[in-house]
C-alpha cells in the first residue's frame, strides 16, 4: 500500500505522476521498447518467486518479518503502525499527520539533531510518512550498523518527547503547504473527486483545513499517539543483508517493553456508483484537469490481476490506448495515466489528466471512446502479450530493492493475501486472455457509475462539458 500526497500525508495525485514518469524514464531505457510506442510481441515471462521470508510475533502483539535478501551490505527497516487519517477525530483532519511528524522532532533523551546525525553516521536518514490508513517509519543503512537503526527506531516510535515549540513549527509548515496545495489544480480535483466517491467516509477528506490545523494542541497530539499507536498496530519489516540472530535479539529486547494498545479497527467506505459531474471553475487556466472513473476491485478480489492487466492497457502504461489517442495522436495533453486506487477491501478505478482548455470535452470523448472500444472488442494478441511482458518487467524490477520487497510484502499483509499472490503473481499474468481482459471492461467500465471531475475555465468549458452532464 503506497502513500503519497499533496499536503498533510495523504496518498494522492502528484506523486503518483511522479511515479509514472519515472516509471516512463526506465521504461524508455529498456530494450522492450526502444523506440516505439507499441510494445513488441514477446514469449511467455519466466516464473518468479518471491524471496523467503521468516515471521514471528512478540508476546505484546508486535509484528516482525525478516528477510535475508540480497548481496549489497545494507539493510532496509519500515515499520508499519496502521493508524492514519481514516482514524483522525471529526473536526481535526490531519492530527494523525502531525502526530506523525513530531515523532521525528526527538526523544526523551534524543533531539531531532541527534537523530539526524545519527542517522548520517550510519549511511541514511530516517523517514517518517502518514496517510490514510497507516504511519510509516523505517531507513536504509549500511549492513554493519542493523542493530543501532532497530535501537534508534525503537527510541523514535515508544519515547516521543512532544514539545509545544515543534508543534508551532510544524503548524506553520502545514499552513504553507495548503495554502500552495490550494492554488493546484489536480490538488482540487482529487479533492472533490474524492469528497463524492467516499462520501460520508473519512477518506473523503483529503487535506484539513486552515482552521482544523490552527485548532490542533499538544493534547490532541498527545491523545492520538496514545489511542492510536501500539504494538498490537505495528508491524516492523527487516529486508537485506543482517546479523540475524543479533537482529532478531535487538527486537525482542527493544520492542517487548512497548505497550499492546488497541488493534485497528478495518472500515471500508461505500463507494459511490452513480454517474455525476462535478465543475470548480478556474478562470484564466490554461489547461482543465480531468478526473474519470468508476468502482474496481481490489486486491483481494480475484478479478483484481486481470483488472490490472486491463487498465494497464487501457490507460496505465506509456504505450496505452489512452495516452495513444490522446497524447500522441491528438496532441490534447502531455500525461494522462489511468491508476487502481485501492484500500482494504476498496477498489477504485480513474483516468486523470490535464488537457488544453479547448480540447476538454474532446478529452472525455475520446477518453470514454477507449473504455466503450475495451468493451466492444477484444485485445489483440500482439498487444496483449507486450503489455503482460512490461507488467513482469516492472513486477521484477520493483521487487529488485529492499524497498520494493517490503512494499510487496506489507501490500500483502494489508490486504490479508496468502503468501501465494506473490509467488503466483507473474504466472497469474501470464495466464490472462484477451477474453479476461474484455469481459473485466464490460463488467466495471460502466458509464452509469462515473464520476467525472473537471477543473478548469468555466467560461471556456462549460459547453464542452454539456454532453456529459
Known amino acids: 500500500m503506497s502513500n503519497l500526497g499533496f499536503g498533510v500525508g495523504d496518498f494522492g495525485i502528484r506523486a503518483m505522476t511522479l511515479i509514472r514518469f519515472v516509471v516512463i524514464a526506465l521504461l524508455l531505457t529498456v530494450p522492450v521498447f526502444g523506440q516505439r510506442e507499441k510494445p513488441p510481441t514477446g514469449g511467455q515471462p519466466r516464473p518468479f518467486v518471491f524471496p523467503a521470508q ?16 540480497g548481496s549489497v551490505p545494507k539493510v532496509a527497516m519500515q515499520m508499519y503502525v496502521y493508524t492514519g487519517t481514516k482514524d483522525d ?21 534524543r533531539s531531532s539533531e541527534d537523530i539526524a546525525r545519527s542517522m548520517a553516521e550510519m549511511g541514511g536518514s530516517l523517514n517518517i510518512s502518514g496517510g490514510t490508513d497507516s504511519t510509516i517509519i523505517g531507513g536504509e ?56 466517491v467516499f462520501a460520508g467516509h473519512p477518506y473523503e477528506q483529503v ?156 478529452s472525455i470523448k475520446e477518453i470514454l471512446y477507449e473504455i466503450k472500444r475495451m468493451r466492444d472488442e477484444p485485445v489483440g494478441a500482439d498487444e496483449l502479450q507486450g503489455i ?19 512494499g510487496q510484502l506489507e501490500m500483502m499483509n494489508y490486504h490479508e493475501l496468502p503468501q501465494s499472490y506473490l509467488d503466483n503473481y507473474v504466472r497469474n499474468i501470464a495466464a490472462v486472455t484477451a477474453t479476461d481482459v474484455q469481459s473485466m471492461a464490460k463488467k466495471y467500465l460502466l458509464e452509469d457509475k462515473m464520476t467525472i471531475v473537471v477543473v478548469g475555465d468555466l467560461a471556456k468549458i462549460d459547453d464542452q462539458l454539456k454532453p456529459y452532464e
Open 89 to 109: 477525530p471529526k473536526g481535526k483532519k490531519g492530527v494523525s499527520q502531525t502526530t506523525a511528524d513530531m515523532l521525528k522532532e526527538g526523544t526523551k533523551t
Open 388 to 406: 503482460k511482458n512490461n507488467m513482469v518487467g516492472l513486477y521484477v524490477l520493483q521487487n529488485s530493492s529492499r524497498f520494493g520487497v517490503i
Open 207 to 362: 487535506n484539513p483545513t486552515d482552521d482544523e490545523v490552527k485548532g490542533y494542541t499538544l493534547d490532541d497530539v498527545r491523545a492520538f499517539y496514545n489511542a492510536k499507536y501500539g504494538a498490537a498496530r505495528a508491524h516492523l519489516y527487516i529486508v537485506g543483508k543482517f546479523n540475524k540472530a543479533a537482529v532478531t535479539n535487538i527486537v525482542e529486547k527493544a520492542f517487548s517493553s512497548w505497550s499492546k494498545g488497541a488493534a485497528g479497527a478495518r472500515n471500508p467506505p461505500k463507494v459511490s456508483a452513480k454517474r455525476s459531474l462535478a465543475k470548480i471553475d478556474r478562470p484564466n487556466a490554461e489547461q482543465s484537469t480531468i478526473f474519470l472513473g468508476m468502482p474496481a476491485p481490489n486486491p483481494s478480489d480475484p478479478d483484481y490481476v486481470k483488472f490490472v492487466v486491463m487498465d494497464t492497457i487501457l490507460g496505465g502504461a506509456f504505450s496505452s490506448r489512452i495516452t495513444s489517442n490522446i497524447r500522441e495522436d491528438k496532441g490534447y495533453t502531455y500525461s494522462p495515466g489511468s491508476s487502481v486506487w485501492t484500500r482494504y477491501r476498496t477498489g477504485y478505478w480513474f483516468e486523470a489528466a490535464d488537457v488544453r482548455t479547448d480540447a476538454t470535452g474532446a
Open 54 to 69: 521468516e515471521n514471528f510475533t512478540l508476546p505484546n502483539g508486535m509484528k516482525v518479518t525478516l528477510v535475508e535478501y
Open 141 to 196: 543503512v549500511l549492513s554493519e550498523f542493523d542493530v543501532q537503526l532497530l535501537t534508534l527506531m525503537a527510541d523514535v516510535v515508544m519515547n516521543p518527547n512532544f514539545k509545544a515549540d515543534d508543534l508551532e513549527l510544524l503548524r506553520a509548515n502545514t499552513l504553507r503547504r495548503l495554502a500552495v496545495a490550494r492554488t493546484q489544480a489536480q490538488n482540487s480535483a482529487w479533492e472533490k473527486f474524492r469528497s463524492i
